[in-house]
């Protein structure tokens, strides 16, 4: 059964440091979603691709954080520099078709990340 | 500003008796609501959904009811397994962007 695949699943960093995070979606899935979650919250969008293009990047922090999805395929997370309060799961998720709204997203087993 | 409720952090629920879990929504806009399931060190896996043209959707042990008036839905579990164990999530879709709710541990006890 085709997953989406992240890593790495755990990341330990110092504050200022740089870190990145890899997701490799489900074959043929044209959207790509990079969610953060909080320790006892739901996940929140930080930004979405369709294909290689930025369709809502809304939420993302973006004095320190970017994300690409050069050739519509897989994507990176970046955080430069890390600040303690980033420390989450870091969630990517796939679907199907393009910017449906009734699309069932698939999710990867996550980066779980500490800022120190 | 929480879009997607859900009130009760956590459930415990003998074996073989059924799990009642509750999703409260604001926004009107919301047409579809999905339930998403979430094991420690894993992501979420999609359980079920619901349109808003419906009021019930059932696959095997699983039921979602949608009350729009109230702008509520539910997820039932029957009989609840050790293995239902796990964190759910409520999911509603408005545009192109899902929101999720806080999620609820439920305990399925043997």
């Known amino acids: 059964e085709a997953e989406v695949a992240q890593s790495p699943r755990y990341k330990i960093t110092e504050k200022s440091q740089a870190v990145a995070f890899w997701c490799d979606p489900i074959?043929?899935?044209?959207?790509l979603y990079w969610y953060r979650q909080i320790l006892g919250q739901g996940p929140e969008l930080l930004v979405q691709?369709?294909?290689?293009?930025?369709?809502?990047d809304s939420q993302l922090p973006k004095d320190r954080f970017s994300a690409e999805r050069l050739k519509g395929v897989d994507s990176t997370l970046k955080i430069q520099p890390a600040e303690l309060g980033d420390s989450a799961m870091y969630l990517c998720?796939?679907?199907?078709?393009?910017?449906?709204?009734?699309?069932?997203?698939?999710f990867g087993p996550g980066t779980r990340l500490l800022v120190l | 500003d929480q879009q997607v409720k859900q009130n009760s952090p956590s459930l415990s629920v003998q074996e073989g008796r059924i799990s009642i879990l509750n999703c409260d929504y604001t926004?009107?806009?919301?047409?579809?609501f999905l339930w998403y399931k979430k094991y420690p060190a894993e992501g979420p896996t999609f359980l079920i959904s619901?349109?808003?043209?419906?009021d019930k959707n059932e696959d095997g042990r699983f039921t979602v009811f949608l009350n729009k008036s109230a702008k509520h839905l539910s997820l039932h579990i029957v009989p609840s397994q050790p293995g239902d164990s796990a964190v759910y999530f409520c999911?509603?879709?408005?545009?192109?962007?899902?929101?999720f709710g806080a999620g609820t541990i439920l305990r399925v006890k043997s």
């Open positions: 998720a796939s679907s199907f078709h393009r910017t449906s709204r009734r699309e069932t997203q698939y």
């Open positions: 074959s043929g899935h044209a959207t």
């Open positions: 691709f369709q294909d290689e293009s930025v369709v809502d």
């Open positions: 926004n009107s806009m919301f047409d579809y």
């Open positions: 619901i349109s808003s043209i419906k």
């Open positions: 999911a509603a879709s408005g545009g192109n962007k899902l929101v």
